[in-house]
């Protein structure tokens, strides 16, 4: 806002113009006044309509009609709901409009009888209506700060950002924003406590990143800010560059958690002359579906990462039964079957979310929709959700690559058998998503 606003309605013509004359060369806070003038109720509301930083509206109550200016003051506030806008009433005829009467019913912040205006009292009632505008703006626009971000948690450094391009809008101010990369032998960031004020208008934060860097930020606004402002701003960043370092760190155990759980799966399926591909695989597709299923952020890393180790179990069972080249004997099929449990107990003694995931993967993942799947014979929605997606993703890994036992489906054959089982071993809403997301999928196959 480059100029104050200000709002005179007033059918007499000599009103606007004795008005512009006294208040023409006033300053305030730096800014102009910039008059806007209607003379009428319906002339009024247009321009309220258009104009949505009027500070200040000084208006006449009988105009075309005795109670015009009422049917403004209502307009404005009730309509428009604008609380922020001072309101003065100045009328020329006091008995058609007694002061106590107004100013007890209407939502005015004076009343002015035309005849008490001398140049020094217009002059005083409009400076001190544009410092009670300008007070309240600030606490206006201290509020909308603080609902906007008292519950947002931020993610990354796009999130960072975003909420100086909102606070640029909030506050009406230009932000230029610089950054470096910093390795954390250099000393720079040392002194910053997250933030730090350099001046009213220029902040450094400091941000912890991946490898072993430091970002270090320099925010420069184009106009000084208030102590309530930098207060303001100091408690968001701090919370939200915790959150964002936490989850930069979250990141990197996740990265290294995920490298150590591939070694695992590859050992686990290199006992049974497989590949390391298989649960990359298995990982990827999971991620791909559960990602239309709702998971994001964190949890899809997670559940991406739990499905490589579906199968961790088979470490407890016998080469001769794992890599036996021929149909399993019933015995051996019973022993075959543990791999479900056996997995689930590795997996279980670990306290995290992510093994959470991982241990219901492990035990439910053979488990049919129809309920006649194993160890539990769980049926539709009593199977965990991460377990019905793995469900069918190692099954179509498993048929579209060679086994030991048996050479890879053609990719046709592979499609139909999903199908035909949509309903039965496979929950439908997986299978749907799996066929609509299949052109991505495929990708992941060389052949």
Known sequence: MDKWKILIVDDEPDVHTLTSIILKDIEFKGKKLEMINAYSLNQAKKILKNEKDIALAIV???????????KLIQFIRETLKNKLMRIVVRTGQPGVAPPREIILK???????????????????????????????????????????????NFHNLDDLNLFFEKIKNILSTNINIQYSV????????????????????????????????????????????????????NLTLSKQILNIENNILSKELIDN????????????????????????????????????????????????TAAMLHDIGKIGIPDAILNKP?????DEWQIMKQHTIIGYKI????????????????????????????????????????????????VYDALSTD????????????LKYIKELNGKKFEPKIVEIFLNKYDEIKNFYKN
Not at 195 to 220: D, G, M
Not at 296 to 301: G, I, S, T, V, Y
Not at 370 to 387: F, M, Q, T
Request: proline share 2%; net charge negative.
């Open 326 to 330: 021929t149909k399993l004997e019933d």
């Open 403 to 414: 086994r030991v036992y048996r050479k890879a489906w053609p990719k046709e054959k592979v």
């Open 182 to 233: 910093l390795d954390y032998s250099e000393e720079e960031c040392d002194i910053i406590d997250k933030t730090l004020w350099k001046s009213n208008n220029e902040v450094e934060i400091c941000i912890k990143a991946e490898k072993e860097k430091r970002l270090k930020y320099t925010i420069k606004f184009d106009n000084q800010l208030s102590n309530a402002y930098k207060n303001i701003l």
């Open 60 to 70: 006449d109550i009988v105009m075309e009609n005795k109670d015009d200016g009422f």
């Open 347 to 394: 997996l279980s003694s670990v306290d995290n979310p992510l093994f959470n995931i991982a241990a219901n993967i492990a035990l439910y993942h053979h488990e049919n929709w129809d309920g006649s799947g194993y160890p539990e014979g769980l049926k539709g929605e009593e199977i965990p959700l991460e377990a019905r997606i793995v469900a069918l993703v190692d």
């Open 257 to 304: 958690l995920y490298q150590i759980i591939y070694i695992l799966s590859e050992i686990t399926e290199t006992r049974s002359f497989e590949t390391g591909e298989h649960v990359k695989r298995v990982g990827l597709i999971t991620k791909v579906i559960a990602k239309e299923l709702g998971f994001k952020n964190q949890k899809l890393e997670f559940i991406s």
């Open 106 to 152: 209407y939502d005015i912040n004076d009343y002015r009888e035309k005849s008490e205006f001398s140049s020094n009292a217009l002059f005083t009632l409009v400076i001190s209506k544009l410092r009670e505008y300008s007070d309240l703006l600030e606490l206006y626009n201290q509020r909308e700060i603080l609902e906007e971000f008292a519950n947002i």
